[in-house]
């Protein structure tokens, strides 16, 4: 059984950016500035000829963070600390986010990042968030509320109650978890099955990379 993550429209963008780190498999793809370009270019976020920064890398890193916070207070983790707001309200700041008008086209007007560069880029991230809260869809993307895991993936339940990224190992992992606790029994965790489930579940999706990394052999 292979849950469906993806996000409708846009929104995957937004699930994509979220997921450039693994933390299950210890792995950052915006590993340097230069990575950090070649993404948002490779994402349609940015133009070819875009250049990234130290201090770009750190700023797109701190709103991954602060949606990952976000995410996992859509997963029932309460609400998130007001510094992943700041951060959200920076970034939009910095982007230069402006509503726009176009002329000859009825009832057209959408929301501009007009920065140049990562700034915009990133602006153009949260335009995408804001287009989700206006559609409803924003709440049903969620971060797996796994701590080990944390991956972003889209609620397709019908009732919003998907909490895992995948039910058959996080969420299995998490009921071994309570079966111990309650019975002091000591195991040693499973981990090795979610990085193949999750490539599973990920295989419909758009993005090349995830899909042809591979099955990484077992942590445990
Ligand atoms: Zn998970």
């Given at each position: 059984m292979s849950k469906q993550q993806q996000a409708p429209g846009e929104l995957e963008l937004v699930r994509e950016f979220v997921n450039t780190v693994d933390l299950e498999r210890d792995e950052e793809r915006l590993s340097s500035a230069d990575a950090l370009a070649a993404w948002l270019v490779d994402h349609g976020l940015a133009p070819p000829a875009v250049h990234a920064r130290a201090a770009d890398l750190r700023r797109a890193i701190e709103l991954r963070e602060a949606l990952r916070n976000v995410l996992l207070a859509h997963n029932g983790g309460g609400?998130?600390?007001?510094?992943?707001?700041?951060?959200?309200?920076?970034?939009?700041?910095?982007?230069?986010?402006?509503?726009?008008?176009?002329?000859?086209?009825?009832?057209a007007a959408g929301l501009e990042s007009e920065a140049a560069g990562v700034d915009g880029a990133l602006g153009r991230i949260l335009v995408i968030v804001h287009g989700a809260i206006a559609q409803g869809t924003w709440t049903r993307l969620k971060a797996c509320r796994d701590h080990s895991c944390e991956w972003a993936f889209y609620d397709h339940t019908k009732n919003r109650s998907g909490a895992w990224c995948s039910m058959r190992v996080c969420g299995n992992r998490a009921k071994a978890r309570a079966y111990r606790e309650r019975t002091h029994k000591p195991t040693v965790a499973d981990r090795s099955g979610v990085l193949?489930?999750?490539?599973?579940?990920?295989?419909?999706?758009?993005?090349?990379?995830?899909?042809?990394?591979?099955?990484?052999?077992?942590?445990?």
């Open positions: 609400q998130a600390p007001a510094a992943a707001y700041e951060t959200l309200d920076d970034a939009v700041c910095r982007a230069r986010v402006r509503l726009r008008f176009r002329e000859g086209q009825d009832a193949a489930e999750r490539s599973a579940a990920d295989a419909s999706s758009a993005e090349p990379s995830r899909a042809s990394s591979g099955v990484r052999a077992p942590l445990i």
